[in-house]
């Protein structure tokens, strides 16, 4: 749905660029570690190929147990989040208010292509998110009167490297640019990586109503939450915080 006073741009897609990548020179740096290495081994290999093997010492792995024998029982999904965010993601979305109706975005899962397709440089976006290690997403949209919100979930295989934290700062460093929010936003309470945004100047265009926009972005575990909303009239940052609040809560 594109709102009444929206611009093409807003209405194209929530974001300009993807998160930025890193410099030539880290990647040299790194390439000279790795060849460092590479030749300590090679040296290491010629040493020991003229030495007699050793003898391997015996397994002492000992099973953990509890006092009685008992094995120790598996975590539950209160206690684990991977529990949950392993399952659906799309039982972790904040429930749709009442009184609002779905939007006619997509809702539910999400595979790369779609969610590159949000941004205005989708193939730029695509690569990204595969550098990035992108696993799935999902989304859920409504609308009420004029307002339209959209909650995005977005989860990265962070086994290797932080990707999710990554892609949170990619996404936070043009925020106070005058071009978005203008602002270095609010800090979300019970994180520590996440904001608020309150766009300051509504997007405005002759002949429509002005389009005001906040937008909350934070990370918790291997998923990175993207809160867009939307309205013609100023959106209060207590409710883009409170929204914010209650879907971090559920991750």
């Not at 094995?71 to 799309?90: N, W």
Request: net charge neutral.
């Amino acid at each position: 749905m594109r709102l009444e006073g929206q611009t093409e741009a807003a209405a194209a897609a929530p974001a300009d660029r993807p998160a930025p990548r890193r410099g030539r020179t880290v990647a040299l740096i790194a390439g000279a570690v790795v060849l460092g290495v590479v030749a300590g081994l090679c040296t290491g290999y010629v040493v020991q190929a003229g030495r007699d093997p050793d003898p391997l010492p015996p397994l002492a792995q000992q099973q953990v147990t509890r006092s009685g024998g008992k094995a120790p029982e598996a975590l539950s999904a209160a206690q684990d989040s991977d529990v949950r965010t392993d399952g659906d993601l799309r039982k972790l979305l904040v429930p749709r208010p009442a009184g609002a109706q779905k939007s006619d975005s997509v809702q539910g899962w999400l595979n790369q292509y779609d969610y590159a397709g949000y941004y205005k440089e989708p193939d730029e976006m695509f690569g990204d998110l595969s550098r990035n290690d992108f696993r799935r997403a999902a989304l859920s949209g409504w609308e009420k009167g004029q307002s339209m919100t959209e909650i995005h979930l977005i989860q990265f295989r962070d086994a290797d490297r932080l990707s999710s934290r990554d892609f949170l700062s990619g996404q936070q460093t043009y925020m106070p640019d005058s071009a978005w929010a203008g602002n270095g936003g609010e800090p979300i309470p019970g994180s520590s990586n996440g904001r608020v945004y309150v766009y300051d100047h509504p997007d405005t265009k002759p002949g429509y109503l002005p389009m005001y926009v906040s937008r909350a972005l934070a990370a918790r575990g291997d998923i990175v939450m993207d809160i867009w909303m939307y309205d013609t009239k100023p959106i209060p940052k207590k409710s883009a915080m409170d929204l914010a609040k209650r879907q971090l809560e559920r991750l």
